[in-house]
């Protein structure tokens, strides 16, 4: 995202909207902002990233790139299944007072192998071996487990995932102090994501303002599943 002489830091909104429009390029196949090289320019700027993205590890998610955005303008958290465990709030709540960033956005995906892991879990009672790795789906399941059922279809999946984004989004907007004083004080936005493997899209679908939502087409279900950004 370029912004001006000033180096003012942009709204959420606007940040926001610029998330949208890399997006819109990188499916397009029209992004140039991650084919930039290394640099002394770039090493030695000052950090200033525009949106700050608690996203999945997963190796399809590459979040620079799903946004197109270059050195510097994102600051990135990932963790398997988007969680919010302490170190990643310290992380987001750093970026969030100390560069003036204005935006968080949580994003999960189809097909994530966390929600998947955390699924199994549940239907058979039985963790993962690794005590880490249950630390991870034990910290998924709480919010999920009213989800599942005995036949878990792929929508049931994605419903899963989204829940987990959720709660995600709504654990940095009331669980954290620090970030809690900065959404009444200085306007910053907490969001929820889901990126789509399947076609490259990211649909933006908690706590977006009301301004930027886009009205549901005719015949769809009010309120379901209103998008901000329609496909093109």
């Not at 830091?9 to 819109?24: F, I, K, Q, Y």
């Not at 190796?59 to 990932?78: A, H, K, N, Y």
């Not at 970026?95 to 995906?109: D, I, K, P």
């Not at 993962?128 to 599942?148: C, F, M, V, Y």
Request: charged share 25%; hydrophobic share 40%.
């Amino acid at each position: 995202m370029q912004r001006d002489g000033s180096d003012e830091m942009p709204t959420a909104e606007d940040a926001l909207r610029s998330l949208v429009e890399g997006n819109r390029r990188f499916r397009k196949s029209d992004g140039a902002a991650s084919a930039h090289g290394w640099s002394h320019e770039l090493a030695d700027s000052v950090q200033r990233p525009f949106a700050v993205v608690l996203g999945c590890s997963d190796s399809r998610t590459p979040v620079e790139i799903v946004f197109d955005q270059g050195f510097g303008e994102l600051f990135v958290v990932r963790v398997a299944g988007n969680i919010v465990a302490p170190s990643v709030v310290g992380s987001i709540e750093f970026a969030v007072s100390q560069y003036g960033t204005r935006l968080v956005v949580v994003m999960g995906h189809t097909r994530c192998g966390a929600i998947g892991a955390t699924v199994q879990a549940l239907e058979t009672g039985a963790g993962p071996e690794s005590k880490n790795i249950r630390d991870i789906t034990d910290r998924i399941a709480p919010h999920i487990q009213g989800i599942i059922g005995p036949s878990n279809s792929e929508d049931v999946i994605r419903q899963a995932m989204r829940a987990n984004v959720r709660h995600s989004a709504e654990h940095l907007r009331r669980g954290s102090r620090i970030l809690e004083e900065l959404v009444l004080a200085e306007g910053v936005l907490v969001v929820g994501a889901e990126y789509e493997l399947e076609t490259g899209f990211v649909r933006f679908f908690d706590g977006v303002p009301e301004s930027l939502l886009v009205p549901p087409s005719p015949g769809s279900t009010p309120g379901r599943h209103t998008l901000f950004a329609p496909r093109d």
